[in-house]
């Protein structure tokens, strides 16, 4: 008996010692550990790489510190992770207050907008060619953009072939043979002379040492080897009195001036949207309420490597009179797509070298803005498409000239 007392009480010491041991690592469990206490510091909201131990201002900008708790727990955020978004270029992300708007869906204008100016419709230019080998006696016509007249002499030319064909015309005349003498008189005509100046020859018995040479064109003067002609200035003509000429040479190039062209310049961007036959008005920047309709007559079927405009033709049949070649005029161009997308103002992207960017509102933070690189399309008077990059609900800077210097983006 006294035997089992020993053993129970045995078993009693045992288990009391284990409740006693539970209890200690409870209490051990619940107080802080040294090394999870929280460290303090301070620090500047516009500059945390600051770390100061105690108060004060901050040493760069001057501005109150304030005081942080950082520690080790996981659900605690630091100051440097809430402010990370301050230490990034100003190429990426901007504080302040902007304008934003919200981009919506929907169909594009339909307008695309384009400058450019009048100039001779350059399918009208003649060429007037020496049909002998002579020396330019006598030049009547010498500048370009000269007034020239149907009929007008051009110049005067001295030719040995044509002194031979004229002595053997006279030659023929005396020998009185009809069929010689107008096959003769066929070859002088072809060989550039005027009927009145045959007929001289003959009645005279002398040949013209001289022949003039008429324009067979109404029109303006311009360059044979230069097409492009200016027209704030007279030039000279590239031939010259003295000057010898070959057979078949062009001397003169005469522009007809009853027809022109505008010339309008469109971004390669917008080209995809515009077709042959796009109505288009026009006005000039002198009277913009004047406006004078045409459409897309002619588009080149190709463009110049990095070439960023492209030029397209209207032909035009009447202009008011104070539209002189040269004068500068917008182009509006009615476009038939029916594509779909988001549009935003022209002033909404920074158009930096080969690329484009708009700012974002950060979602989290109503200060804060992130550039946010975007593919534009069609391009209108006062909008512009955005293809990829933003999506709908998000807020858009309205001026992205406010938000930095654009020079810092460009590669």
Known sequence: MMKLIKNRNLVYLLLMMAFIGLLMAGCQANQPKAHSQAKVYYTCSMHPQVHEDKPGNCPICGMKLIKVEETNQKDTVSLDTALSYLTQPVTKTVTGSFKTFIPVKGNAKDTITADGMINFDERDINGVASRVTGRIDKLYVKYSGQSIAKGQPLMEIYSPELLSVQRELLQTVKDNDPTLIK???????????????????????????????????????????????????????????GMYVDAGQSIFSIQDITRRWALLHVFASD???????????????????????????????????NEKTTTIRVYLKNLPA??????????????????????????????????????????????????RPVQTGIRTEDSIQIISGIKTGDQIVENAAYMVDSDSFIQ
């Open 271 to 305: 080209m995809a949207f515009i077709q042959k036959g796009d109505p288009v008005a026009l006005n000039s920047e002198a009277s913009p309420d004047q406006i004078i309709s045409g459409q897309v007559d002619f588009i080149p079927p190709y463009r110049m490597e």
């Open 183 to 241: 096959a003769l008189k066929v070859k002088l005509r072809n060989l550039g002379m005027h009927q009145n100046e045959i007929q001289k020859v003959t009645e005279s018995r002398k040949p013209l040492s001289q022949i003039t040479i008429f324009s067979p064109y109404q029109g303006v003067a311009r360059p044979v080897s230069d097409p492009a002609m200016d027209n704030s200035t007279p030039e000279l003509l590239d031939i010259r009195k």
């Open 322 to 371: 104070n539209w002189k070649i040269g004068t500068l005029v917008r182009g509006r161009i009615v476009i038939g797509h029916e594509d779909r997308g988001l549009y935003v103002p022209l002033s909404a992207v920074n158009r930096l070298g080969m690329r484009s960017v708009v700012w974002v509102k950060d979602r989290n933070s109503n200060d804060v803005f992130h550039a």
